[in-house]
């Protein structure tokens, strides 16, 4: 489904407003749907720092990378973390791409992002998105997440060894 294209003659919301000053439905069209917010991750107990899986929340369509039940979600998943503008200035696992932390950083959106190209598959299309690279977390030890660490475009897991002990590990969801 094709989106608007905005007019070149006018500044796009995203340019014009804070993530504060996004209305709801603003709020929502901004995202890029690219499902890597809905990935599990592993961020080091001593270190802080993050490493990324290719490990889906439950509620993660794998294909069409969104969430099955958005509305109920933190009800079926209690420690799913909503973004906000105060949580987009401060989760550290946001993906450099997420069109919320472009914005908070005062940057544009990318030529992939459908409020530019005005096509929703074009997040897809640019190997962006997790669209067929994810497993379910349904049934999956958390010791068993270390065997699918990814790097993702734009990011990099820090080197982490994947043999290190799981315990040291916490893991994040969106």
């Known amino acids: 489904m094709a989106e608007q294209i905005p007019d070149h003659d006018t500044v796009p919301y995203w340019k014009a407003k804070s993530l504060?000053?996004?209305s709801p439905e603003e709020w929502e069209r901004l995202c890029d749907g690219c499902g890597r917010c809905c990935l599990?991750?592993?961020e080091d107990w001593d270190t802080?720092?993050?490493?990324?899986t290719n490990v889906a929340c439950q509620l993660l369509d794998g294909e069409a990378c969104r969430c099955r039940q958005y509305e109920t979600r933190h009800e079926v998943v209690p420690d799913c973390v909503?973004?906000?503008p105060e949580a987009v200035r401060t989760l550290t696992w946001l993906p450099p791409s997420c069109a919320y932390r472009l914005v908070a950083e005062g940057r544009d959106l990318y030529w992939w992002h459908h409020l530019v190209s005005g096509d929703r598959d074009t997040?897809?299309?640019?190997?962006?998105?997790?669209?067929?690279?994810t497993v379910s977390e349904v049934g999956m030890e958390l010791e068993d997440?270390?065997?699918h660490l990814v790097d993702?475009?734009?990011e990099d897991p820090g080197g982490v060894d994947a043999t290190e002990e799981t315990a040291k590990w916490s893991v994040w969801k969106k």
């Open 20 to 22: 504060e000053e996004l």
């Open 82 to 84: 909503g973004l906000t």
């Open 145 to 147: 997440y270390e065997d």
């Open 48 to 52: 802080g720092e993050i490493a990324w």
């Open 123 to 133: 997040v897809h299309q640019a190997g962006v998105s997790v669209r067929g690279r």
């Open 152 to 154: 993702w475009p734009g």
């Open 40 to 42: 599990n991750k592993l």
